[in-house]
């Protein structure tokens, strides 16, 4: 007799074990973020306060990241290096601002300080100061501009704030750029360059869409002359910044004293940017396409592209099996990367909700009656759309429902970002903007006590960005809050 | 007229830049190591004691070991994970054996205390405890075995001895492989299969031979029932530890309360493993193939294989330069990468001499009478070897001499191997080979006492690695040493 395993006992009893999760994106997206993040197998809490174990669902996405931002910079002839994690405390010291900025959030190792005449060793929160030091060596002429170096690594900030898994903790990972260049306009490009790299890693293999602009001086990089960012809105309302690209101009080159002969024969200073992405991008990942069922991986960063389950019964067995993977072979081969899951001691329905939850974009169910037609069925995991799909047509099926989901993801964020960006000219209409969990774009006079008083009256709103597009030109109007002539206009909202 | 840059003055003036090694491999081995790091361009010291800076060119060395060993474990179905940097100083208490083991070298966080009921967090020095407690609650069912992670990261030991680039530094990178299993059946397999992964790295990979075997008790891993290593020989006679894997047993699982229902329907304890390498294999490249004029690397992990020079006259400059960007065109084209260096401000002369101290494995000059000819000079670095090759002929030849160098290089140090390690039957003869720069392989009734006793009398000789081949029985005879009946066969020498 035909035994489908979903129905027998012990099998349901493992049904049971599928937990899904429990809350909706809609009610609290802050619950069920953590959930998506726990039971999709990204990471979890470190015993260790305000750390995470990046789980091996997490790490292959940032694997994932790398790969293809890897490249990007090999292809702008950045060389990856690796500087010491510890830097001693009279190097933040060198540059005033930058010292104030991570002073509070800067971990030091102990007991070791008689070694270095009291000095104290940080953990790097950041390399720019221990970078400096050795360029400082290694810049001796213009034939040595530019440098362009990157580290893939840990960094330490020891924030006071609750832990959010891949959005904010006391370690992360992330990859932190330095370049050096002759020239300011080099400098200035160059900062625009990687800025436009980042918003490519959201949108062409993350799936999200990113406001490009600068920042305030209020909330640039701790010893940066502006900070340029990328910036995505999240379902709850709140904007991200996603990636974040400075001009250092030449404040840490007298600090550090990188100098060079120049083409004219003249000692001078060095142009210097830095830029980094970090393992946030893994949180904004599964913040913006995830429901209700778990974890909604965009198709060109997952790892697994598809899971190939059988329907099992007794006497097909042996049949479909083998024909998942016969199937599996096929896609390989095209390079698709695919795993099958022939476990018998969980159901079919058990693993459509387990490779629902982890996020696997399609899965593929092979049964007895699909195998006698030559057919698979491809199930997208985002729209649970179902498609008979010709065995012999399945490599070309997949590759073009993948993409297809790619821009599906895309074009739905897309339509969100654009959505809940609202233009508003009145603080009350920022206010009520941001009560509907919108982004208000509003003219500002450019003064930072503007921006604080708005950040005051409202528990926290801040300026996120200032969009590159809508500030080509300086705008025609007045400031939101203050009513004087604006020079800019201004993304303003809530934030992680 | 013709201008051979390397006559005019300018260049002559450059020329003199390029400091070469000054000091001979054979007659002091250190300096000689240092000197090819660093102007090798490889790494420099920190202005914090004890750490290195691994620059472009040896970074990339690493990147080459990642990404070939990386490529490994995936296909033994291992996934990378990252884990805290942090460790609570209760999870080293826990296993008795390693707390005692790594307690001296570890670097602690400080002022961060109070957060934790006055435990202090250490500075990972590898990661097995906080691994291990994630094992205990991801691990419930004999379902869920084998668990096969592993991480790429930085960790600190606190060493008191003088740094030496790569080889001894208190912040190395490394990978660290943790599997946990049913039987002790599978984690003995696997503890020799990564081992087995780790001499095709150094062989397959890096060209240079190295010794299987088992460490004595008194040198293995602290926690660990048995440690397995591969060592090399080094040119100044001394062994270097090139990697090693660990048979954990059950030791951490007790201590870590690691259980799971088997299929049996007991719960019962998994068996673990854990294996690492690290940038010190970078040292032991650079070590055993390097030459008085500087770094030699091996063709398959060197990031440029070859580096095209155009010998520049005035009036042939353009087509000449022309011709070694086709060239290189072809060549990347074939999936080789190489660079051309057609600066002007420095001669050609000069540019050998730099490629050679960069450790590029071929050279490819091209001057107006190649253009003629339609052919190249093709000269190998490790020999010299200049060969004229025809255009058309090009990508095989370069692919053919790469592969012949990489034998080449392994072949000469494996006769370096076999040459300087002799077997002793004397303690005297031990003491005399040691004092030769050989390995002393020697029988060794097993005690503890014994090794110390040979350590003490010789200021430092140990026991390097119990052979695999050398062990596949008792072997017969007396301990060199005692005289007591032999249980094993030991490689004994000096080491980094």
Not at 179 to 202: G, S
Request: glycine letters at 6%; charged letters at 30%.
């Amino acid at each position: 007799m035909a035994k489908d395993p979903t129905t027998t006992k012990k099998n349901a009893k493992k049904h049971e074990e599928n937990i899904g999760i429990t809350v909706k994106k809609s009610e609290d997206v802050a619950e069920w973020y953590q959930q998506v993040c726990l039971r999709g197998e990204l990471a979890e809490y470190a015993p260790v306060k305000g750390c995470m174990i990046i789980k091996p669902n997490g790490y292959a996405i940032w694997e994932g990241i790398q790969k293809f931002f890897d490249a990007i910079i090999k292809q702008h002839k950045v060389k990856n290096v690796y500087f010491p994690l510890f830097i001693p405390e009279s190097f933040f010291k060198k540059e005033a601002q930058h010292a104030q900025g991570f002073s509070p959030e800067v971990a030091w190792i102990a007991n070791k300080e008689d070694e270095y005449d009291k000095e104290r060793l940080a953990i790097r929160p950041t390399s720019e100061t221990i970078m400096y030091d050795a360029f400082s060596r290694w810049i001796r002429s213009w034939r040595d501009l530019p440098v362009k170096i990157n580290q893939w690594c840990n960094v330490v900030r020891w924030e006071t704030e609750a832990t959010k898994l891949f959005l904010r903790s006391r370690e992360f990972l992330w990859q932190e750029g330095h370049c050096a260049y002759e020239t300011k306009e080099e400098a200035e490009e160059e900062t625009l360059a990687y800025l436009q790299e980042y918003k490519r890693v959201c949108e062409e293999l993350l799936a999200f869409p990113v406001i490009a602009g600068r920042k305030t001086d209020k909330e640039k990089f701790a010893g940066a002359v502006y900070t340029t960012t990328v910036e995505a809105l999240m379902p709850d309302g709140k904007a991200l910044q996603c990636g974040t690209s400075h001009l250092l101009s030449q404040g840490f080159a007298k600090s550090f004293g990188i100098s060079f002969l120049g083409r004219n024969e003249q000692q001078q200073m060095p142009w210097q940017i830095s830029w980094g992405i970090s393992t946030r991008l893994i949180g904004a990942t599964v913040l913006m396409h995830s429901d209700d069922s778990g974890l909604i991986l965009p198709p060109r960063v997952a790892p697994v592209k598809a899971m190939i389950v059988p329907i099992i019964f007794e006497e097909s067995k042996k049949a479909v099996v083998e024909r998942c993977y016969d199937v599996a072979d096929v896609l390989k081969n095209a390079g698709i990367n695919v795993e099958v899951d022939a476990r018998e001691e969980y159901s079919s329905g058990w693993k459509y909700n387990q490779y629902e939850m982890l996020g696997v974009p399609l899965r593929i169910e092979i049964g007895p009656k699909d195998l006698e037609k030559d057919q698979v069925v491809l199930v997208r995991r985002d729209t649970r759309k179902k498609d008979f799909v010709k065995v012999k047509d399945l490599k070309e099926s997949v590759e073009k429902t993948l993409e297809q989901m790619h821009h599906d993801l895309f074009s739905k964020a897309k339509k969100f970002l654009d959505e809940n960006v609202v233009s508003v000219k009145k603080f009350d209409e920022l206010v009520k903007a941001v009560e509907e969990k919108k982004l208000a774009k509003a003219l500002w006079c450019g003064a930072t006590e503007c921006e604080e008083k708005i950040k005051d009256k409202t528990a926290g709103v801040n300026a996120r960005v200032l969009p590159f597009e809508d500030n080509k030109s300086k705008p025609h109007g007045e400031c939101v809050l203050c009513g004087k002539d604006a020079m800019n206009v201004v993304v303003f909202g809530r934030s992680y």
